[in-house]
């Protein structure tokens, strides 16, 4: 059983999640319910997560699901003892929004020029969630001026899909002998792979099938500006 305040956040919460698709933020919820502190809200939303009627989502910024709704034509007895009727469970929960911040592994730089070391250590790059589609994703810092006629610069933060196949004209993230990496697009020409630049001063680059790897094709870029 809710108490009233439990209650009323959680529908405060949908009706939120069902105008908008973005969660309210705690200084929101906090005038919502006339609150005089956040320590309330996260009390509630830890008592509403405890028995599974909201969720919070790692590695997203303001991002609250929420799992279930209480059954529809029931009430409960709120904090004060009074009956505090229930509206009945949308039909259909919306999906988390879209521009909520999603942090992915950042795995230091890649060439847009020739090949360089393969990379191993990384930290971590918050994204909007709308700069990526299905899947699992990481980013680059992307070196050099090879895939500039592409709209990609050195410095520009590349976000790659991982994916180890790739169509044509596909721009992948392609590991040259296991140990080089470098931003290309991708073409096929007979038994050979070719990794084609977007810069005219510099030439396709033609490696047999077998030394080609790859490791992920772009979804999108992120670019700071100074």
Known sequence: MLTAKQHELLHFIQQKLDASGISPSFE?????????????????????????????????????????????????????????????PAPQLKPVAAND?????????????????????????????????????????????????????????????????AREGDIVVALVDGQDATLKYFRREGKMIRLDPANSAYEPQRYEAGRVMVQGKLSGLLRRYH
């Open 101 to 165: 911040i999603v942090e992915v592994p950042l795995h230091g730089k890649i060439a847009a020029g020739v090949p360089i070391e393969a990379f191993e250590d990384y930290n971590n790059l918050a994204v909007p969630a709308a700069l990526l589609g299905a899947g699992e994703h990481y980013a680059l810092e992307v070196s050099g001026d090879s895939m500039v006629e592409a709209g990609i610069f050195d410095g520009d933060y590349a976000l790659i899909q991982k994916v180890s196949t």
């Open 28 to 88: 929101e919820m906090k005038e919502a319910l006339g609150l005089k502190s956040k320590s309330g809200i996260h009390r509630l939303i830890s008592a509403l997560e405890e028995r599974g009627f909201l969720r919070r989502l790692p590695n997203r910024a303001r991002a609250l699901e929420v799992v279930k709704l209480p059954e529809g034509g029931k009430a409960v007895r709120g904090d004060s003892g009074n009956v505090v009727p229930l509206r009945k």
